[in-house]
């Protein structure tokens, strides 16, 4: 039996880093989150490595990728068929659920930050140092092992303070690096010790504008850690099949009772070291990371430690902390039960309970020093909110999506809410209840959720889905008294553009005509127009592709300034 903390001697060698790639994510300049299959346009490109690696061998590649180019590999890999190499379960979801890999780019294209940050690191203890040289004895191998977590736990941590974005980036992309140098040299401790101290900076608030980037980055260090162990173990797990001379690789389908007992003490082992985690949030992370290997020891064991693991998370007390954390979880709930669901109604009805302490004292004092706004702090939520109710949202009838509106009306009524809902759910459930989202959205509270980014959410979802045909009218002129109402030219034009094309697609020259009207007297005082220059002129474009005969005729007999000839020219 293999202990999977057994150290030994290793050399430290130099850790060389790469930059990121910048890619094209699924937020709109606006910063509203576009709802899955609105548009084509929002449909981000997942596979730019495949004309380069074709003909190379992927799994060679993926040490010395950053995370970015290491998510699209992975998608190269699993379409190519080398998904079941790295010990990965394909997931039989919907065409339209769209898996968290597309949206990371745009999560870290968005929150960024210019304020200095600091990363907590360590060096090797004196435990480790030892371990280098070889324990002379099983005696002195335990004690090693206890000794260089104990080495963690209480005091072999050192801040790296004043770092810009790029080189805190930069670090935790090392400390993925030594992780899985480590792991390869069968350091499993110093690899345990790392997904510990990245899971740790997930408690850390001090640079909130940051926080959903940094989440970003911290998981993937975290994912590749699950990975590794699971992959692991099951190299260990040798299934002697019916018929077979020698033991085999078990099948992608296994079962429990095909794993050695050996492979299966090992892995309880994992989880062991796991539990001693003093910590509550790095030891939940940690555990969720691993959360796959559960399938080692017993079935349906997955259902029960997500559920476990969903009632933990009530001990996190800042709010957009736990948040992220319920995120995570649900994350690493559809890539091993996805039509497990308890979860994430747990999760849900909990974030709906703790969403009252954004208001609080301490949520306030946070803000007030770090200078932050109401409007921008909200928006940090987003793409956490967002994707545990799109987990909800995947293969759930339209009696959900009731459920949630009824329960959010009740105890949250957030415009944080209602715009995750229309972004997470079919378009066609949202028009075909167009009418009571606009009610909705009239009555929630916006807390400082900017209120014109749920009129463009709701929009978006009605390109997509026509809503009902005996409503089409009142729709439009309920949703176009509110956004004459906004204040703001950016606002305005940022719902404008969104429901000028709806009214193309439902309506004739008389309705057209009235609404590029309005635009005109909006953006023309001031020269406001030039501010949103190039966002009216691709809207523009977009609907001349649609309809070119129509719109051309339609907006020539409107009286047009200068700047809205062109764009038909």
Not at 170 to 191: F, G, M, N, Y
Not at 296 to 301: A, G, H, M, P, W
Not at 446 to 466: E, M, Q, R, W, Y
Not at 503 to 521: M, N, P, S, V, W
């Amino acid at each position: 039996m293999e202990d999977p903390l057994k150290p030994i001697s290793v050399s430290r060698g130099k850790v060389m880093t790469t930059s990121r790639r910048a890619s094209t994510g699924t937020t709109s300049s606006s910063g509203t989150t576009t709802p899955r299959n609105a548009t084509a346009a929002a449909t981000l490109a997942l596979d730019p490595l495949n004309s380069v690696l074709e003909g190379m061998d992927p799994l060679s590649q993926m040490a010395e990728m950053d995370p970015l180019s290491q998510m699209s590999l992975e998608l190269t890999m699993e379409k190519k068929g080398f998904g079941a190499s790295l010990g990965k379960k394909v997931v039989m979801t919907e065409e339209s659920f769209e898996p968290w890999r597309s949206k990371k780019a745009a999560i870290l294209a968005r929150y960024t930050t210019s304020e200095r940050l600091t990363l907590t690191s360590f060096d090797l203890s004196p435990a480790e140092k030892a371990a280098l040289q070889g324990p002379a004895s099983v005696t002195d191998k335990v004690k090693n092992r206890l000794e260089q977590l104990d080495d963690f736990e209480e005091g072999s941590l050192k801040e790296m303070l004043n770092l810009s974005q790029q080189e805190y980036v930069s670090r935790i992309d090392e400390l993925s690096h030594q992780l899985q140098s480590a792991w390869q040299q069968d350091q499993r401790v110093r690899s345990l010790k790392i997904a510990i101290q990245c899971s740790k900076l997930l408690v850390d608030t001090s640079v909130i504008q940051f926080y959903p980037s940094k989440f970003v980055l911290v998981t993937d260090v975290l994912d590749t850690f699950g990975q590794l162990v699971y992959g692991r173990l099951l190299e260990m797990a040798q299934y002697m099949a019916p018929g077979a001379v020698v033991p085999g690789r078990l099948p992608d389908d296994f079962t429990p009772n095909q794993v050695p007992e050996s492979a299966k003490e090992t892995c309880r082992n994992w989880f062991f070291k796991i539990a001693s985690i003093r910590e509550l949030t790095p030891r939940l992370y940690v555990e969720a990371a691993v959360l796959k290997c559960y399938k080692f020891l017993q079935e349906n064991e997955h259902q029960e430690a997500l559920l476990r693991l969903a009632h933990m998370t009530r001990g996190i007390g800042d709010p957009l902390v736990s948040l992220y954390a319920r995120s995570y979880l649900c994350r690493v709930g559809m890539s091993v039960a996805p039509i497990y669901k308890d979860h994430l109604t747990l999760s849900f009805k909990d974030f709906l309970k703790c969403y009252s302490q954004v208001q609080s004292d301490t949520v306030q004092n946070t803000l007030a020093l770090q200078k932050m706004e109401m409007q921008s702090y909200l928006q940090l939520y987003s793409p956490g909110l967002d994707w545990i109710l799109q987990c909800m949202a995947h293969r759930s009838s339209e009696s959900i999506l009731n459920d949630i509106l009824i329960d959010g009306r009740k105890q949250c009524n957030s415009a944080l809410l209602l715009n995750s809902i229309m972004t997470a759910f079919k378009p066609e459930y949202i028009a075909a209840r167009t009418s009571q989202f606009i009610e909705h959205i009239r009555a929630c509270e916006d807390s400082g959720f900017p209120k014109h980014l749920l009129f463009k959410t709701l929009g978006l979802c009605l390109v997509v889905a026509d809503p009902p045909e005996s409503q089409k009218l009142q729709i439009l002129n309920d949703a176009w008294q509110s956004i004459v109402r906004l204040r703001g030219a950016a606002a305005y034009v940022a719902c404008a553009e969104v429901w000028m094309e709806y009214a193309l697609r439902h309506f004739g020259e008389r309705e057209i005509d009235t609404i590029l009207g309005d635009i005109i007297k909006h953006v023309t005082p001031d020269r406001a127009f030039e501010q949103h220059y190039g966002q009216l002129q691709v809207r523009r474009r977009r609907l001349l592709v649609a309809d070119r005969g129509r719109s051309r005729e339609t907006l020539s007999r409107a009286r047009f300034p200068t700047f809205f000839c062109e764009l038909v020219l």
